[in-house]
């Protein structure tokens, strides 16, 4: 105040309180005016975010839903294929027990062949050798 008094004057004092005053009421009212603006157009913009809330929501379920959908038709396509997978190995384990079952029994003939002619073979060798030791035998009787 001691310095208003200075630089202004006492004349000028009263002037100023009644500027300054005025320029008070004035700016509270400009400051009800818009807060009464704020208040009135409050419950528009509420209303906006709800439906804005709405949508946004309404967004998300939907593609909630299609992307439970789709992970449900995956998970359908992959059963699928690994069924088909799975009896597509299970065909083609039949198919090589099928053929090492047949490749054995035929080895198993092959050798059971073999070993008779092996046999035979033998057989054939210990009678020519038993004829010819009976025969040495009995030259030797013959020439003693």
């Known amino acids: ?12 004092i009263p002037k100023l309180a009644r500027t300054f005053g005025k320029g008070m009421k004035e700016f509270r009212k400009a400051t009800e005016d ?3 603006e ?3 157009s409050t419950p528009d913009v509420m209303e906006d975010f709800k439906e804005i809330k709405k949508n946004l929501t ?11 959908r789709e ?11 690994a ?7 299970n065909a083609e384990a039949k198919e090589i027990k099928k053929d090492l079952t047949t490749e054995a029994r035929e080895i198993k003939k092959d050798l059971t062949t073999e070993a008779r002619e092996i046999k035979k073979d033998l ?22």
């Open 1 to 12: 105040m001691l310095i208003a008094l200075l630089l202004f004057g006492s004349k000028e």
């Open 34 to 36: 818009i807060k009464r």
């Open 38 to 40: 704020f208040e009135s």
């Open 58 to 68: 309404k967004d998300v379920n939907d593609i909630k839903s299609n992307l439970t």
């Open 71 to 81: 992970a449900d038709e995956i998970g359908k396509n992959l059963n699928r294929d």
């Open 83 to 89: 069924q088909a997978i799975s009896k597509n190995i």
């Open 123 to 144: 057989t054939k060798e210990a009678h020519k050798d038993s004829s010819k030791e009976a025969a040495d035998v009995k030259k030797n009787q013959d020439v003693g």
